[in-house]
Structures are given as structure tokens and as C-alpha cells.
Nanobody, 123 residues
Framework: QVQLVESGGGLVQAGGSLRLSCAAS????????MGWFRQAPGREREFVGL????????RYVDSVEGRCTISRDNTKNAVYLSMHSLKPEDSAVYYC????????????????WGQGTQVTVSS
């Protein structure tokens, strides 16, 4: 079973950049599609993007397309979310999640979640 721990969140000004990391434990990380989700107060948890188990496929929600890049290093059991040109509406708790299913933007497809890391973008 994979366990996930996010880090790298913080307070950043609008227009700034952040790189979130997700460290995974367990032997099956390299077989998992990894997703990033976020949840703002009072809102549902929403899909941000995903990366396939070998890193060859990425998908992003339209609102972050062109501003975010997801990458992974299977030798380090880690996945990353790099964000630039951040906006106040990007403020949320960001979660990484793992699924053994095919690439899916649906949170129900993900069976393992981290505890989240807070990103706050000030205007």
C-alpha cells in the first residue's frame, strides 16, 4: 500500500511560483497513476492534474493548463506539482492521490490520499 505525504505549500504573492512535492512510501508507487487535487474552503475537492505511472501522460484541468506541470521521479518515489503565475483563486489545500486505475480526473477513482498542503496566494 502506498502512503503519501505532501510538502512545499505556503504563502505566495499573486504571479509567484510554488513547487509542491509528494513523497510516497511503498513498493507499488511506480505502478500508480498520480493525481493532484485541491480543495478551497466551502468548495468540493477538484481535480488539478495527473501523471501516468511512467510519466508519459499528463492531464490538467483547464483552469491551470499552461501554468502547472506535473512530473515524477519513480527512483525517488516522488511526484511534483510546479505552479507559476499563481492567482488568488489557486488558494486551497492541495492533495496528491494515487490510483491503480487508468488516468481519471474523478476523485472517486483514487484510493490513497495524502494529508494535504496549504497554498495561499495573496493578491
Amino acid at each position: 500500500q502506498v502512503q503519501l505525504v505532501e510538502s512545499g505549500g505556503g504563502l505566495v504573492q499573486a504571479g509567484g511560483s510554488l513547487r509542491l512535492s509528494c513523497a510516497a512510501s511503498g513498493r507499488t508507487f511506480s505502478t500508480k497513476t498520480m493525481g493532484w487535487f485541491r480543495q478551497a474552503p466551502g468548495r468540493e475537492r477538484e481535480f488539478v492534474g495527473l501523471i501516468s505511472h511512467r510519466g508519459g501522460i499528463t492531464r490538467y484541468v483547464d483552469s491551470v493548463e499552461g501554468r502547472c506541470t506535473i512530473s515524477r521521479d519513480n527512483t525517488k518515489n516522488a511526484v511534483y506539482l510546479s505552479m507559476h503565475s499563481l492567482k488568488p483563486e489557486d488558494s486551497a489545500v492541495y492533495y496528491c492521490a494515487a490510483t491503480g486505475s487508468a488516468w481519471s480526473p474523478n476523485r472517486e477513482a483514487y484510493d490513497t490520499w495524502g494529508q494535504g498542503t496549504q497554498v495561499t496566494v495573496s493578491s
